[in-house]
């Protein structure tokens, strides 16, 4: 009898752990059991603005309907509809985000905020807890928030002008960013210690993030890995024609009028599932973050370069960095590293740089072209050299150039992640490039469950792999709490002059210049570059 008494007490207790009160009604999560027999809250599916169906399709995010009783956050909301995939539950009615609390929450004394964004080139993603367990982070007294965006047409479509200015998706994240600023306490946590951080896409989001003046005092500060504003594939300068595609693509015979309000009204009539559909026919790269036109909901109208050049952008410490080797991914098709090859050498115009007035491009290209090659050399003949080049135009170029134009007003730390470990799931290599691929770091701070490749227990995985990932996840959590990422190896802070930064490989060394390739490009485009840049 006494055991009962007890066991009720206890879930009692559980209980009202696990109700928070927010702005828009109560939400009774669950508990989540980790290996070591310990648990923490889980609130899953809270929504944080109506759902953008019928006239609020393709338009920023509004709030959502208050409700009455105890909301069950107990499970995963539907992902937004998806370009890359086509699953059973994929929903316009998207917009959830999800809390994950230490059990000790009540007591702590407002404990820090990682708000993740996740990755997926702008058109997948989302935030299944099946793939972003945040066991590791929460082990370490961090609380974190992860949120569905919406992607593809419905995320970044855009007209060019006020009708649908573009951006839903980042608007999107920024709704749940303010969100969780104004209802973080309740799940124990401090609105002024949120610090954002992403991976791909989720990091040029971040990226974004910092440079809308909409966010000031949203956050304190970043964590971005392997993307930035500044990639030529995180912008789209001409977002009408993708417009054109899209409708073009549902119907070619569709007597749609040049207008944008007519436009915008065609496609608000059909269905969600006949655009999810035209999406994965039409090119994906034309749906993507837009400068807007001067609008009093503008999300950025400033060019990216500029901005982080002349501090217009939230002026806070930064973590960064990229992957030892971003697109070494694709030699899962030697063919397509030849045929790549083949279309530098064909046409050296195709390796300059987008969105940048060059005053002279075959001199550029030549100039490109020497970075990587001999004189009398080929890319086809170098698939290692297509691979570098490829990593260091897609990815880390323009990553190294945010983190130096930012040195200039605040901290930021860089880092370069070249732990080739069994975890990252990686095994195909070249000589001549190194050999940690574009996501490979995310199996080292995220638990997957569920699956064949499951990472839950850690020490299935070799000791080095196990090291790696917790030196990751304390030196994420330590610049979670204390705007500094580690305290036991001096990690110099990044600037132009010296490019000092963290190499994360079997062991953990401060060393200069990231790429090698880098003060190259930057030379080049100095010589041939004329600007205003945009990307980088």
């Known amino acids: 009898m006494r055991f009962l008494v007890v066991l009720s007490v206890i879930c009692f207790a559980l209980g009202d752990d696990l109700t928070v009160q927010t702005n828009y009604g109560r939400v009774k999560g669950r508990t989540q059991s980790m290996l070591d027999g310990s648990f923490y809250y889980a609130w899953q599916g809270i929504p944080y603005a109506s759902p953008p169906t019928g006239s609020l399709r393709f338009q920023a995010p509004r709030a959502p309907a208050s409700w009455n009783g105890a909301k069950a956050a107990t499970k995963d909301s539907n992902a937004c509809y998806q370009v890359k995939t086509d699953s059973p539950n994929e929903n316009e009615d998207c917009l959830y985000l999800n809390v994950f609390s230490p059990a000790n929450y009540k007591s702590a004394n407002g404990l820090p905020v990682i708000f993740w964004i996740y990755g997926g080139a702008f058109r997948g993603g ?112 001409n977002p009408e024609s993708y417009v054109e595609s899209l409708i073009q693509t549902i119907d070619p015979k569709a007597k749609v009028g040049s207008k944008s309000s007519e436009q915008l009204l065609y496609l608000q009539g059909l269905s969600a599932k006949t655009i999810d559909l035209a999406s994965k026919s039409t090119n994906p790269s034309l749906a993507l973050p837009v400068i807007e036109p001067e609008h009093d909901n503008a999300f950025i109208t400033e060019k990216m370069y500029e901005a982080f050049e002349q501090g217009n952008y939230n002026q806070v410490p930064v ?25 530098f050498d064909s046409n050296p115009l195709s390796t300059l740089p987008a969105n940048v007035q060059i005053a002279n491009k075959r001199d550029l290209a030549n100039q490109i072209k020497a970075i990587y090659l001999k004189q009398d050399e080929l890319f086809v003949n170098r698939q290692d050299v297509v691979i570098r080049f490829k990593s260091d135009s897609a990815f880390t170029r323009g990553i190294i150039k945010q983190g130096e134009l930012m040195s200039n007003y605040a901290n930021v730390y860089f880092y370069v992640f070249s732990y080739d470990g069994t975890l990252g799931g990686w095994d195909k290599y070249i000589d001549g490039a190194e050999n940690v691929t574009h996501g490979e770091d995310l199996r080292y701070i995220w638990v997957s469950r569920g699956s064949k490749s499951s990472n839950e227990d850690l020490t299935k995985y070799p000791k080095s792999d196990q090291i790696t990932s917790q030196r990751i996840i304390k030196m994420w959590t330590n610049f979670a709490k204390n705007l500094n990422p580690t305290q036991w190896v001096n990690w110099p802070t990044f600037n132009a002059s010296h490019q000092q930064f963290l190499d994360i490989g079997t062991n953990l060394e401060v060393k200069s210049v990231p790429k090698l390739t880098y003060p190259l490009w930057k030379r080049a485009y100095e010589t041939y570059g004329t600007k205003p840049y945009i990307t980088y």
Do not use: C
């Open 126 to 237: 989302s935030s299944n807890f099946a793939s972003t367990g945040p066991d590791w982070f929460v082990q370490q007294g961090v609380i974190v928030v992860t949120h569905n965006y919406r992607v593809g047409p419905f995320g970044f479509l855009s007209t060019g002008d006020k009708v649908v200015p573009g951006n839903a998706g980042l608007k999107d994240q920024a709704f749940a960013l303010k969100w969780t600023y104004e209802n973080i306490a309740g799940f124990g946590g401090d609105p002024n210690k949120i610090v954002i951080a992403g991976e791909s896409a989720g990091s040029a989001s971040v990226g974004y993030q910092l440079l809308s003046p909409k966010n000031k005092g949203l956050f304190r500060g970043a964590i971005q890995q392997s993307g930035s504003p500044l990639n030529e594939w995180a912008f789209m300068a």
């Open 319 to 343: 973590l960064i960095g990229h992957n030892s080797e971003e697109e070494v991914f694709i030699l899962r098709s030697h063919a397509f590293v030849r045929q790549l090859g083949q279309g």
